[in-house]
C-alpha cells in the first residue's frame, strides 16, 4: 500500500507503463499469426495455378487483399520507439542541484516525467490496434476471395 498520494501516483504510472508494454507485445504477437495466416490462405494461389486454371477476377482480388493484409501487420510489426522505462539518474542529478529532494519530491518528479511518454505510447498503441483490427478484416476477406476463386 502506498504511503502518500505520490507514491501511489508513481504505483499507477508505472503500471500503466507495464500494461502498454504488455499490449503492444501482445499486438505484435497477433499480427505475426495473421501474417501468417495470411500466407497460408495465399498458398492456395499455388492450388489454383497448379490446376492450370489461371488467375481469374477473384483471385486477382484475393491477390490484393493477401497485400493489404501483408502490409497491414507488417506495419504493427515495424519497429517503433516507445518508452516503457525511465532511468533514475536524471532524478538523482536533479535531487544533486537541489542539495537535496524529498521522497514525496521524487515521485512527484517521477510521474510527471511519466506522463508524456504514457500518452505517446496510448497513441501509438491506438494506432497500431487500428492496423491490427484492419489486417484481420483483410485476412477474413482474403480468405472468403480465395473460397470463392477455387469454388
Known amino acids: 500500500m502506498a504511503d502518500s498520494i505520490e507514491q501511489l501516483a508513481y504505483e499507477l504510472s508505472v503500471q500503466t507503463l ?10 505484435r504477437a497477433r ?6 495466416a495470411a500466407s497460408i490462405s495465399a498458398s492456395f494461389l499455388g492450388t489454383k495455378t497448379s490446376q492450370g486454371s489461371g488467375l ?3 483471385s486477382v482480388l484475393a491477390l490484393g487483399a493477401f497485400a493489404l493484409t501483408f502490409a ?8 517503433r520507439v516507445l518508452t516503457f522505462a525511465f ?5 538523482l542529478g536533479a535531487s544533486d542541484e537541489k542539495g537535496g529532494v524529498d521522497v514525496a519530491q521524487g515521485y512527484r518528479a517521477a510521474v510527471i516525467w511519466m506522463g508524456p511518454p504514457i500518452d505517446e505510447n496510448r497513441d501509438a498503441i491506438e494506432d497500431l490496434s487500428w492496423w491490427f483490427s484492419a489486417s484481420c ?3 477474413a476477406l482474403e480468405v472468403v ?5 477455387l469454388a
Open 18 to 27: 507495464a500494461e502498454q508494454e504488455r499490449s503492444v507485445s501482445g499486438l
Open 31 to 36: 499480427a505475426g499469426t495473421v501474417l501468417a
Open 56 to 58: 481469374d477476377a477473384w
Open 72 to 79: 497491414a501487420s507488417i506495419w504493427v510489426l515495424w519497429p
Open 87 to 91: 532511468e533514475g539518474r536524471s532524478l
Open 137 to 139: 478484416v483483410l485476412l
Open 145 to 149: 476471395l480465395w473460397t470463392i476463386s
